[in-house]
């Protein structure tokens, strides 16, 4: 059974945006603290947001200002809106839930993970 389910990436001009969707299958996500990660080609898995269960966000320093995370707990869904888009953001995006305490951007704290969404940004 699939428990996150990304959506939302396609292909964009620079400065243009995107808004990604993570949903989850059960309400009991809505008490776990959920992140966005992305993954470029040939490069490691980084951190790029991450919000609370009380709605704490937390921000890569590289989309500071640009990207905003928010979650909708009557949908059990959390966003990623992505403004000012550079070709640099290009990647595919992952959400995850954080199940282990320690830091927000450390993937191996992150128990579940969805199957991604490509964003491709265009010069």
């Known amino acids: 059974q699939v428990q996150l389910v990304e959506s939302g990436g396609g292909l964009v001009q620079a400065g243009g945006s995107l808004r990604l969707s993570c949903v989850a299958s059960k309400r009991t996500f809505n008490y776990y603290a959920m992140g966005w990660f992305r993954q470029a080609p040939g490069k490691e898995r980084d951190f790029v947001a991450a919000i609370s269960s009380i709605g704490d966000t937390y921000y890569a320093n590289s989309v500071k200002g640009r990207f905003t995370i928010s979650r909708d707990n009557a949908e059990i869904t959390v966003y990623l809106q992505m403004n000012s888009l550079k070709p640099e953001d290009t990647a595919n995006y992952y959400c995850?839930?954080?199940?282990?305490?320690?830091?927000?951007?450390?993937?191996?704290?992150?128990?579940?993970w969805g199957q991604g969404t490509a964003v491709t940004v265009s010069s």
């Open positions: 995850a839930a954080k199940a282990f305490p320690g830091a927000f951007d450390n993937g191996q704290y992150y128990s579940t």
